[in-house]
């Protein structure tokens, strides 16, 4: 099985919502353990990674820089 691709500050989707009612989480620290922010209420959790990567459904979006075809770094 391949593993999640995510990064620091990419907005993911997690499995369950959190009570305020989204389901958007903002990764905010990342090591061991994973600290993500929740968008609707911005209340942090910190998580082992393992369990992170077991909950999480997908990235909905990405803060990794946009490149184009020729692989130059677009500003």
């Given at each position: 099985?391949?593993?999640?691709?995510?990064?620091?500050?990419?907005?993911?989707?997690?499995?369950?919502?959190?009570?305020?009612?989204?389901?958007?989480?903002?990764?905010?620290?990342?090591?061991?353990?994973?600290?993500i922010?929740?968008?609707?209420?911005?209340?942090?959790?910190?998580?082992?990674?393992?369990?992170?990567?077991?909950?999480?459904?997908?990235?909905?979006?990405?803060?990794?820089?946009?490149s184009?075809?020729?692989?130059?770094?677009?500003?």
């Amino acid at each position: 099985m391949e593993r999640k691709q995510f990064e620091l500050g990419d907005i993911v989707q997690m499995k369950k919502p959190h009570p305020c009612g989204t389901n958007e989480m903002e990764i905010i620290r990342m090591g061991m353990d994973i600290r993500i922010k929740c968008v609707g209420c911005k209340h942090s959790v910190l998580i082992p990674r393992a369990k992170f990567e077991k909950n999480m459904k997908k990235v909905l979006r990405s803060n990794a820089p946009q490149s184009d075809v020729a692989g130059n770094i677009e500003d």
